[in-house]
C-alpha cells in the first residue's frame, strides 16, 4: 500500500449527486436513515481531521453514493466500503470509475448491514495491525455500529465519523454531565473520544432536520496499562457492561438501589466505591474496579440467565 500516491480528483457536487441518484433509480430513504453528502469540502475536511493518509487501509460503513468514499480514495489509501443497500453497493464502483478511475483498484465493495461484520465475513482487515473507520453514519444505529466494530475489530484503531449532534455529544461526554450515558461509558472502556467539529444541515441531500457534528475516537494501545480494559477478557468486559446497562437503566437511583441484584454489598467496599453514588458520577474504570470486586467476592458472576434479561 505504501506505493500508493494521493490523487485529486473530482468530487460530488449537488449536481453529480442528483445525476446519479437518477441514473441509478436511487432516492434517500429514511429506512437505511440516508443524507448524501453534496459538498465536497465537507468530505475533504472529514478525512483530514481523520488523518487518512496513503499508507492508511479505511473501512467506510454506508458510503451512500460515494462523496466520502472518493475524498477517501484521494489521499491514495485503500478502503472497504460497506453498504446495506443493495442499489447503491452496485453502483459505487461504476462512480469511482468515472470519477477517480486511477482509484479504482483500491475499493473493495461489501453489501452487508454494517451490525453483521466480522472478520470472518469482511476478511479485508484481518492482516492489519490497525485501521480506521472513516464514516457519515446512519443516525439511527451509529451508536450500536461504533461499538459492535471496536468488539469485533481489536484492529479498529480509530475512527472519525460524522453523527448527530446529540449522538456526538453524548459519545464523547465526561462523568457528572447530564449526557454522560451507555454510549459515553462503553466507547471509554476502548478508547478516548472528543468532538472534533460541527457540520451544517446544508451539506445534506435531503437537508436532515437535525445538526451533525464529527466524533474522532483513539484506541487505547493493547499495552497501556491505564486502560481500564487492560488484562480484561470479553468476560470481565460483558459484565462490565452489564453493570452499566443496570446502572443507567435506572440512573436517578443510587448504585445500591440500581445493582442489588448483581453487586453485593461487600464489593462495593472493596472496589472502594461509595453505594449511595449514581452511575452518572462513575468512570468506566470505576465500573471496571467494581466487577473485579464483584468477581472476587464469595458471590459469583452473574448467571448467564441474569445477563440476558
Not at 492489519?128 to 484503531?157: H, K, Q
Amino acid at each position: 500500500m505504501s506505493n500508493n500516491t494521493s490523487t485529486t480528483g473530482h468530487l460530488l457536487g449537488a449536481a453529480d449527486i442528483r445525476r446519479i441518484a437518477a441514473e441509478a433509480g436511487i432516492s434517500p430513504t429514511k429506512k437505511f436513515g440516508q443524507n448524501f453528502v453534496i459538498d465536497p469540502g465537507t468530505v475533504r475536511r472529514i478525512v483530514r481531521e481523520a488523518d487518512v493518509t496513503t499508507n492508511d487501509h479505511v473501512m467506510e460503513v454506508g458510503p451512500g453514493l460515494g462523496s466520502l468514499t472518493l475524498a477517501i480514495l484521494e489521499t491514495g489509501a485503500t478502503m472497504t466500503a460497506v453498504e446495506i443497500d443493495p442499489p447503491l453497493a452496485e453502483r459505487l464502483p461504476r462512480t469511482v470509475a468515472e470519477f477517480m478511475p486511477e482509484a479504482a483498484d483500491r475499493l473493495t465493495v461489501v453489501n452487508r448491514d454494517a451490525l453483521t461484520v466480522t472478520p470472518d465475513n469482511v476478511p479485508d482487515f484481518n492482516g492489519d495491525t490497525s485501521f480506521t473507520l472513516v464514516a457519515n453514519l446512519p443516525y439511527n444505529v451509529a451508536t450500536p455500529i461504533l461499538l459492535t466494530l471496536l468488539e469485533r475489530f481489536d484492529s479498529l484503531g480509530s475512527f472519525l465519523v460524522m453523527v448527530q449532534k446529540e449522538v456526538a455529544d453524548r459519545l464523547a461526554a465526561k462523568p457528572g454531565s447530564k449526557i454522560y450515558g451507555t454510549p459515553s461509558v462503553k466507547l471509554a472502556w476502548y478508547g478516548t473520544a472528543e468532538r472534533v467539529g460541527t457540520i451544517g444541515r446544508n451539506v445534506f441531500w435531503p437537508a436532515p432536520n437535525v445538526d451533525s457534528a464529527l466524533v474522532k475516537f483513539t484506541r487505547y494501545a493493547a499495552d497501556d496499562t491505564q486502560a481500564p480494559s487492560h488484562g480484561k477478557s470479553s468476560a470481565d468486559r460483558e459484565l462490565v457492561f452489564r453493570l452499566i446497562d443496570a446502572a443507567f437503566g435506572q440512573r436517578r437511583k443510587t448504585l445500591h438501589a440500581a445493582l442489588k441484584t448483581i453487586v453485593p454489598a461487600e464489593a462495593f467496599a472493596a472496589a472502594g466505591i461509595d453505594p449511595t453514588r449514581r452511575g452518572e458520577t462513575l468512570t468506566v474504570t470505576e465500573f471496571a474496579a467494581l466487577a473485579a470486586a464483584v468477581q472476587s467476592t464469595s458471590h459469583a458472576t452473574p448467571t448467564t440467565d441474569e445477563v440476558e434479561q
